[in-house]
């Protein structure tokens, strides 16, 4: 660490590093004292902490704040020059390695589960600095911080993804295992049960086949969400194109489904391939858990409301199905996240398709918007700013 001239001229030197001769005889104790005096009034370490790319803040010997950068006093609240560490945090675990630290010298790191004012998981560093003046307002220890929590979180849904994952792959898996040991074993001459066998295990094979496909699909736009897309998608095409898909899947279930769109062209920044995925998946949810005899409505909205751009365009899809309750709502993009798992299932659900919904929305820097009321309906919205120009 560069430090600047004490006033009285000479640079400040190091405890390990200083030399005795015995030509130019010294008192030790009174040279101690002025490197510390020149360290602390040195402005060079404040400037050193505050461009740290982590929250740091210095303590004097007892333990009181000399100084703590930004980020520091964005982290907590209380960190203020002047006031002791234990306002910053009372974790018996902290407290002790502050002490081992200014005792041995040795750098030490302890991790902090804060729980005030919200939770969090916290790693501190605690170091010490080459000054050893029990003189307040001296510089003694370097102590840095680091928030692990959104890396905590990542990697909490990372284990709970392979699990969800492993847990919807194994049960078919389990299930065609089953039937073919049958039909090798006590089926093998039956020729009903070997037929109505076959008819499961295709389900079977159609459902792990959804399944490993929605994965994929998720795991690609996930790698691309940073990537804002450059092509121009008019949003009548493509509602017009997912609608003509499903109309036939909507009439076989019974179920009514309309289409209005915008007036002239409805041009969006987007992926037309991403963008008729986030429409085709939610129309399929509108007809898979709707109302039997019930309809899908789907609409292109220009909004009132103004954006980056200008305008917004609405993707609007609603169904008068038996609605979701409010305790579901903000969990509904989780991956796996059923309101209903064995409905999801016997419609051939994947748990996949509103994450999915969700990142695609984030690539085009798109509002998804849910609301829905028991009994009446439930109706998804996605918000894009609207450009000039034509496909």
Known sequence: MPIEPSRSGGPFVPISNRSSSASAPVDADAKMGADAAAFA???????????????????????????????????????????????????PDFLAALDRVQATGERSSVGLRERVPVERQLSATIAALPVASPAPGVPRLLVTFRDLTEQEKLEQMRVDFIANASHELRTPLASLRGYVETLQGAASNDAAARERFLGIMWSQTIRMTRLVDDLLSLSRIEMRTHIAPSGVVDLNSVATFVCQTLEPIARGQNVKLTLVGASGPANVRG????????????????????????????????????????????????????????QHLPRLTERFYRVSVSTSREKGGTGLGLAIVKHIALRHRADLRIHSEVGVGSTFTVVFDEIEGRE
């Open 41 to 91: 009034a040195s402005e060079v370490w404040r400037h050193v902490v505050d461009a740290m790319a982590d929250a740091a803040l210095v303590l004097d010997a007892n333990g009181t704040v000399v100084h703590a950068n930004a980020l520091v006093r964005e982290m907590f609240a209380m960190a203020g020059t002047g006031q002791p560490i234990s306002l910053v945090s009372r974790h």
């Open 271 to 326: 992926e037309r391939e991403e963008i008729v995925q986030l429409v085709q998946n939610l129309v399929q949810n509108a007809i898979k858990y709707g109302r039997d005899g019930g309809s899908a409505a789907v609409s292109i909205v220009r909004s009132s409301e103004r954006g980056r751009l200008g305008s917004r365009l609405s993707v609007i899809v609603r169904d008068d199905g038996p609605g979701i309750p409010s």
